[in-house]
């Protein structure tokens, strides 16, 4: 047989609740541009084509040979081509020790 909760437990519970405010969060995304659609593109692809070489190698036991090349050469692509985003959101790591002594 369980006992009803204690005053204190229940207080602790909607204090907790009260403090996770998932619904208040808003996605800002005014400042994505055309530039950016590869770049998600991209990254979708690449996101499919791991998954299909997770799948073969370990539920099948037979890795499909072409995944990782292209896994590869898609993260490479998406470095490059996310670096335009970030450039331009001016969101590159800065190194401010060399930019202030150089």
């Known amino acids: 047989m369980t006992t009803p909760p204690e005053p204190d437990e229940q207080a602790a ?3 907790q609740t009260d403090t996770l405010h998932v619904d208040e969060v ?10 950016d659609a590869p770049v998600l593109i991209i990254f979708w692809i690449l996101l ?6 997770f799948v073969t190698r370990y539920v099948f036991n037979d890795s499909v040979g072409w995944t990782e090349e292209i ?21 590159h790591i800065f190194l401010e020790f060399f930019y202030r002594y150089v």
């Open 13 to 15: 519970d909607a204090r």
């Open 71 to 91: 896994a590869r050469y898609l993260l490479i692509f998406l470095t490059f081509i996310g670096s335009v985003t970030c450039v331009r959101q001016g969101a």
């Open 48 to 53: 499919g084509i791991v998954m299909l070489q």
């Open 26 to 35: 808003s996605a800002d995304i005014s400042d994505v541009y055309w530039i």
